[in-house]
C-alpha cells in the first residue's frame, strides 16, 4: 500500500493566489481529516469527513478555506484567496473511522509558502 | 479544550540514555495515542493505550496511564540517535470524535 498520497510536496505562491492542495487517503479507509501545523499553534484539525460527507468543519478558519471530498479515493482544500499567515504544512490523514479509538495514518504533507 | 499538554517541549539526551515524555489532558478518554514525527514527515502512529489500562510496552517503548492523574508518559529505552524526532499524544474521546494532539515534544538524541 502507498499510504496516503499529498499533492503537491511543496507549493510556494503569491498573496492572493488560489491554492489546492490535494490527499489520495488509503483504500478502505472510510474518514479523511486535513490538519494544519505550525509552530505557534501546533497541529490543528481543519476538518474531517466520514464516508464522504463532511462532518465537522468547525476548525477552518476562515471562509478563504474550503475542502471537497468528491469520491472516496480524492479530497482538495482549497485557499483562496491565500494569504501569508496560511503558511504552514498541510496535513491529511485517513483511518477506518473517526473514532478517537482508530489510528490515523498521515501522508507527507504539503509545505505552503504564500509570499 | 481536550488538547494534551506534552512536557517537557524539548528534550536533548546522549545515545544510550532513556527519554521520558509526560502528557496531561483535561477531560476524559477512552483511550490515548502515541505518534512521532520525522523532521519533514507526517506522524506516525506508535502505541495506543486504552482507558482501563494502565501500561504498555512495544519494543523500547513504554507507555503508562493515570487516568486519575488525567496524564501519561512515553519512556523510550536505551535511546537512539535515530529516535531524534517530535513525540505527539493525542487523546480519543467518547463516541465518534476524532483525536485530539497535542503540541509535541522535540527530542534530540546526540550520538
Known amino acids: 500500500d502507498a499510504g496516503v498520497i499529498q499533492s503537491p510536496r511543496h507549493e510556494v505562491t503569491e498573496m492572493g493566489q488560489e491554492v489546492t492542495l490535494r490527499c489520495k487517503p488509503i483504500s478502505g479507509h472510510n474518514s479523511l481529516f486535513w490538519y494544519r501545523q505550525t509552530m505557534m499553534r501546533g497541529l490543528e484539525l481543519l476538518i474531517y469527513f466520514n464516508n464522504n460527507v463532511p462532518i465537522d468543519d468547525s476548525g477552518m478558519p476562515e471562509d478563504r478555506f474550503s475542502a471537497k471530498m468528491p469520491n472516496a479515493s480524492f479530497s482538495t482544500l482549497k485557499i483562496q484567496p491565500s494569504e501569508p499567515r496560511d503558511s504552514a504544512v498541510y496535513f491529511c490523514a485517513s483511518s477506518q473511522g473517526t473514532s478517537g479509538y482508530n489510528e490515523q495514518f498521515f501522508g507527507p504533507g504539503t509545505r505552503l509558502t504564500v509570499l | 479544550s481536550q488538547q494534551g499538554e506534552e512536557d517537557p517541549q524539548a528534550l536533548s539526551i546522549q545515545e544510550g540514555e532513556n527519554a521520558t515524555m509526560n502528557c496531561s489532558y483535561k477531560?476524559?478518554?477512552?483511550?490515548l495515542q502515541w505518534y512521532r514525527q520525522n523532521s519533514g514527515r507526517g506522524l506516525v502512529h506508535l502505541i495506543l493505550i486504552r482507558s482501563n489500562e494502565r501500561e504498555k510496552h512495544s519494543g523500547r517503548l513504554r507507555v503508562t496511564l493515570d487516568t486519575s492523574k488525567k496524564s501519561s508518559s512515553l519512556l523510550i529505552t536505551a535511546s537512539r540517535a535515530a529516535d531524534t524526532a517530535s513525540y505527539f499524544c493525542a487523546m480519543g474521546g467518547e463516541g465518534n470524535t476524532p483525536l485530539v494532539f497535542g503540541k509535541g515534544t522535540r527530542l534530540s538524541v546526540i550520538a
Open positions: 477531560t476524559s478518554i477512552n483511550n
